[in-house]
């Protein structure tokens, strides 16, 4: 069965950082395309970052270019997402997906709250 | 990026009633790479349909998807009690995919 569990959420002031966890079970975790995606409270859906098999290619939604950085390590079947300079706008339960090489999302975590406020 | 519709904002129907859920784009969608999702209250968005009309593993046949081009549907044949919650299209076949605003579905 697969699994995706989301770790590292929380409370943090404008201007901090984060850094999201996604542990990955139940599949070849090496691969697949790796996503995430974040939801603000009450809104929809917003893909966010992803990052290819091997780790060699990275793309970003614009509004989080340059703050925040997807990884990921197969030898820990884990994706990371790390999120600096955080802003009120960041607000959101972000969820880790599983890409299936097509672009779209076929399994998805449970997801991690990320409240960004003073 | 390619902006996606969805309509109506909210659908109030009963159990047993056929839900028709709408999805547009700004563009053309290429090789029908649309998907719906639907998402209950404080539960992960869950993938029903991909490439416009197949149903992912274990979604039942009372679901269908049509449309090709800028125009697609979600058709829910008879609803049933579980069926109610946001419907989501997604858009993967340009970069950045893209989420519709979400259709509500609830119980009339």
């Known amino acids: 069965e697969v699994q995706l569990v989301e770790s590292g959420g929380g409370l943090v002031q404008p201007g901090g950082s984060l850094r999201l966890s996604c542990a990955a079970s139940g599949f070849s975790f090496s691969r697949y395309w790796m996503s995430w995606v974040r939801q603000a409270p009450g809104k929809g859906l917003e893909w966010v970052a992803n990052i290819k098999q091997d780790g060699s290619e990275k793309y970003y939604v614009d509004s989080v270019k340059g703050r925040f950085t997807i990884s990921r390590d197969s030898a820990k079947n884990s994706l990371y997402l790390q999120m600096n300079s955080l802003r009120a706008e960041d607000t959101a339960v972000y969820y880790c997906?599983?890409?299936?090489?097509?672009?779209?999302?076929?399994?998805w975590g449970q997801g991690t709250l990320v409240t960004v406020s003073s | 990026e390619i902006v996606l519709t969805q309509s109506p904002g909210t659908l109030s129907l009963s159990p047993g009633e056929r839900a028709t859920l709408s999805c547009r784009a700004s563009?053309?969608?290429?090789?029908?790479?649309l998907a719906w999702y639907q998402q209950k209250p404080g539960q992960a968005p869950r993938l029903l349909i991909y490439g416009a009309s197949t149903r992912a593993t274990g979604i039942p046949d009372r679901f269908s998807g049509s449309g090709s081009g800028t125009d697609f549907t979600l058709t829910i044949s008879r609803l049933e009690p579980e069926d109610f919650g946001v419907y989501y299209c997604?858009?993967?076949?340009?970069?950045?995919?893209?989420f519709g605003q979400g259709t509500k579905l609830e119980i009339k």
């Open positions: 563009q053309s969608v290429s090789s029908s790479y």
């Open positions: 997906a599983r890409d299936n090489n097509y672009g779209l999302f076929d399994y």
């Open positions: 997604q858009q993967y076949g340009t970069s950045p995919r893209t």
